[in-house]
């Protein structure tokens, strides 16, 4: 079992930038993926940005060069870097632990709401 926190939401105006957290309650040294989906209100939950246990990263087209996704297996963390936010990143997001493939989620933590607004 893997406990997952999420943090570092909030609003932010556009242009801004923001970093998410997921912290998990053991070592991530050999979960096979983890990373993030968002949902926006009235939408379905769609993949934003994952990282594999060997630092291999995969990104949705629409956050291609603004996001970044990294890892630190010495503090069990996972951090989204979010530059160049834009309206249509606000979302709820949501960390989650994959132990198979790579957008495949075994492991969710509770959202946290990213808001870009003027």
């Known amino acids: 079992q893997v406990q997952l926190v999420g943090s570092g939401g909030g609003l932010v105006q556009p242009g801004g930038s923001l970093r998410l957290s997921c912290a998990a309650s053991?070592?991530?040294?050999?979960?096979?993926?983890m990373g993030w989906y968002r949902q926006a209100p009235g939408k379905k939950r769609e993949s934003v940005a994952a990282i594999t246990s060997g630092s291999i990263t995969y990104y949705a087209d629409s956050v291609k060069g603004r996001f970044t996704i990294s890892r630190d297996n010495a503090k069990n963390t996972v951090y989204l870097q979010m530059n160049s936010l834009k309206p249509e990143d606000t979302a709820v997001y949501y960390c989650?632990?994959?132990?198979?493939?790579?957008?495949?989620?075994?492991?969710w933590g509770q959202g946290t709401q990213v808001t870009v607004s003027s």
């Open positions: 053991r070592s991530i040294f050999n979960i096979y993926a």
């Open positions: 989650y632990a994959g132990r198979t493939t790579i957008w495949s989620a075994d492991y």
